[in-house]
């Protein structure tokens, strides 16, 4: 079944150009239509009806008193602009078919109001009509200007109607380009928002709704830039109060004798002191960088050159994204680091899209069960599977990398890698 929705088009602008042209279009063509097939039919067959009946009764006028024809023509030509002359023979007639073509109106008339022979052919420049009309033994030669028995200006209509459709499809056009403007640049400012980015020049323009919108956006962006700013601010803090009593619990367990729960006790304050570090580098990147213009393939060829393990690149496109160094830095080395930790092969691609870049991570490690997946994303989440067991991590790498790529407009997803392992998909825009 074929719906509305999927022969229309898609765009704003194409919707909204053809609700505003189409109306005009369909209105041009229906006038044009109504003028050409009723109105002119009508007016032509009662401008026709009008020469048969004048040639009819001139004919009827002739019959009855020869003599005072000449006087009753010179009245009619100075009333009525026709020509007329007593010859003895006529010009050949001119092809009926062609005729009939030319001046349908005018032979009709003539065959129902004219009852003696006729011919009839067009002549001159304007192609003025010559009819030869038998009366008696004398033939009335008729010589009538062509716009008397049809509309000869007829174009001038098209001429009118084409003007002023044109000049109303230019109003339109130039009205709606300036609403869709306004629309197309709330959109832009929602996606650099989106990425992280500020556009102080950007004002809200347009019509009342698509203001109210755009301050919409401009209000939740700041809420949330507050919120993400105070929530940095809290983490910073707590990590920075944190490493006091750790530090002191670190230099006690230094000093106790070792035995098995001891040693636990240590790998754990060093656990903690791991996520303390992910905690203030986190949140000195989102608090002080500034997003500036990266080249994506050399920023993970240089995080990968950090990790002393077997990983293997395919291709990799060039590829430039407008972001937060440190913080993407920090997420694609997450995301290395947690295949690099799970597998033991490690194949790394970079591809180019039309809206947006994927970065494939692949490992031949384990993997993650698709139910579980969404779960691995959760911050401090330990899954129960053979991925997480008896290694170490803090559980923010997963759910720093999604939300620095979130923050970037992009995201992170986790599928099942060709090599068997898992595959982790960074998706930026650019």
């Known amino acids: 079944m074929i719906r509305l929705r999927d022969i229309t088009p898609k765009?704003?602008?194409?919707?909204?150009?053809?609700?505003?042209?189409?109306p005009i279009v369909a209105m041009m063509v229906g006038m044009t239509l109504y003028f050409f097939g009723g109105h002119m039919r009508s007016v032509n067959e009662r401008l026709a009806d009008a020469v048969a009946r004048d040639t009819a009764l001139i004919a009827m006028a002739h019959d009855r008193d020869p003599a005072s024809t000449r006087e009753t023509l010179d009245l009619f030509n100075d009333t009525q602009g026709e020509q007329l002359a007593i010859l003895q023979n006529c010009p050949q007639e001119d092809d009926r078919?062609?005729?009939?073509?030319?001046?349908?109106?005018?032979l009709a008339a003539l065959d129902t109001q004219v009852t003696r022979p006729f011919?009839?052919?067009?002549?001159?420049?304007?192609d003025d009509i010559l009819l030869c009309l038998t009366s008696n033994e004398d033939t009335l030669v008729f010589t009538i200007p062509r716009k008397r028995a049809v509309i000869i200006n007829g174009h001038i209509y098209i001429v009118w109607v084409l003007g002023f459709g044109i000049?109303?499809?230019?109003?339109?056009?130039?009205?709606?380009?300036?609403?869709?403007?306004?629309?197309?640049?709330?959109?832009?400012?929602?996606?650099?928002?989106?990425?992280?980015?500020?556009?102080?020049?950007?004002?809200?323009?347009g019509a009342t709704e698509v203001r109210d919108a755009a301050r919409a956006?401009?209000?939740?962006?700041?809420?949330?830039?507050?919120?993400?700013?105070?929530?940095?601010?809290?983490l910073a803090g707590v990590s920075h109060d944190l490493r006091t009593p750790l530090t002191r619990l670190k230099l006690q367990m230094a000093m106790m004798e070792d035995s098995e729960d001891i040693q636990a006790a240590r790998q754990d304050i060093s656990h903690m002191g791991a996520?303390?570090?992910?905690?203030?580098?986190?949140?000195?990147?989102?608090?002080?960088e500034q997003a500036s213009e990266v080249r994506l393939d050399q920023l993970v060829r240089d995080v990968v050159g950090r990790f002393d393990a077997e990983v293997s690149f395919g291709p990799m496109a060039d590829v430039t994204v407008t972001g937060r160094r440190m913080a993407l830095t920090r997420a694609i080395s997450n995301i290395v680091s947690?295949?690099?930790?799970?597998?033991?092969?490690?194949?790394?691609?970079?591809?180019?899209?039309?809206?947006a870049a994927?970065?494939?991570?692949?490992?031949?490690?384990?993997?993650?069960p698709a139910d579980q997946r969404e779960a691995a994303f959760k911050p401090f989440q330990r899954l129960e599977e053979a991925r997480t067991q008896n290694l170490p991590g803090s559980g923010l790498g997963l759910a720093l990398a999604r939300d620095t790529a979130r923050a970037h407009g992009g995201d992170v997803r986790l599928e099942t890698s060709p090599t068997g392992g898992l595959r982790a998909r960074f998706r930026l825009p650019h």
């Open 275 to 288: 996520m303390l570090d992910e905690y203030l580098a986190f949140a000195r990147g989102e608090e002080t």
């Open 358 to 368: 994927d970065l494939l991570v692949d490992d031949n490690g384990p993997g993650i």
């Open 11 to 22: 765009g704003y602008w194409p919707r909204i150009a053809l609700i505003a042209f189409l």
């Open 217 to 234: 956006v401009i209000e939740m962006r700041r809420k949330l830039t507050a919120f993400a700013d105070q929530r940095m601010a809290m």
């Open 338 to 355: 947690n295949a690099v930790h799970y597998g033991d092969k490690v194949r790394i691609e970079l591809v180019d899209g039309p809206r």
């Open 119 to 126: 011919e009839i052919s067009m002549i001159g420049p304007r």
């Open 167 to 205: 000049l109303l499809l230019l109003t339109a056009f130039g009205f709606l380009r300036n609403q869709v403007r306004s629309i197309l640049q709330l959109t832009e400012a929602a996606k650099s928002f989106g990425r992280g980015q500020d556009m102080p020049e950007y004002r809200p323009s």
């Open 97 to 106: 078919a062609t005729l009939r073509r030319r001046l349908p109106s005018v």
